[in-house]
C-alpha cells in the first residue's frame, strides 16, 4: 500500500523558512521524478518544484531563488526547503509522482505565512 506522509508546516511571518518533507512507502521514489505541489483556498493545485531522478531541480517561476527541493532515496523521502516566504505561499502542501501516473495524495502539511 503506498502511503506520503508530508510534515513540516506551520505558521510562519513573511520572510521566513520552513522544512518540508515527505516520507514515501510502498513506493521506490528512487525510480520516480518526485515533486511538491501546493493548493490555496480557492484554487487549483499546482506543482511548485520538482526533483529528476538525476538530482536535478525544477522549479515554478515564483519560487525560484526561495525554494530548494532535494531527495535522499536511502530515506525514501523528499524535502522542500523554503526560505523568504511569503503571504503567496499561503497553501496545504503535498508530495507526489511527477511525469507519471499520480499515487494516492497525502494528508499535506499546511503552511500560512501571515504576520
Known amino acids: 500500500q503506498v502511503q506520503l506522509v508530508e510534515s513540516g508546516g506551520g505558521l510562519v511571518q513573511p520572510g521566513g523558512s520552513l522544512i518540508l518533507s515527505c516520507a514515501a512507502s510502498?513506493?521506490?521514489?528512487?525510480?520516480?521524478?518526485m515533486g511538491w505541489y501546493r493548493q490555496a483556498p480557492g484554487k487549483q493545485r499546482e506543482l511548485v518544484a520538482t526533483?529528476?531522478?538525476?538530482?536535478?531541480?525544477i522549479y515554478l517561476d515564483s519560487v525560484k531563488g526561495r525554494f530548494t527541493i532535494s531527495r535522499d532515496n536511502a530515506k525514501n523521502t523528499v524535502y522542500l526547503a523554503m526560505n523568504n516566504l511569503k503571504p503567496e505561499d499561503t497553501a496545504v502542501y503535498y508530495c507526489?509522482?511527477?511525469?507519471?501516473?499520480?499515487?494516492?495524495w497525502g494528508q499535506g502539511t499546511h503552511v500560512t505565512v501571515s504576520s
Open positions: 507526489n509522482k511527477v511525469n507519471s501516473a499520480v499515487v494516492p
Open positions: 526533483i529528476t531522478t538525476y538530482y536535478s531541480p
Open positions: 510502498g513506493l521506490n521514489i528512487e525510480i520516480y521524478y
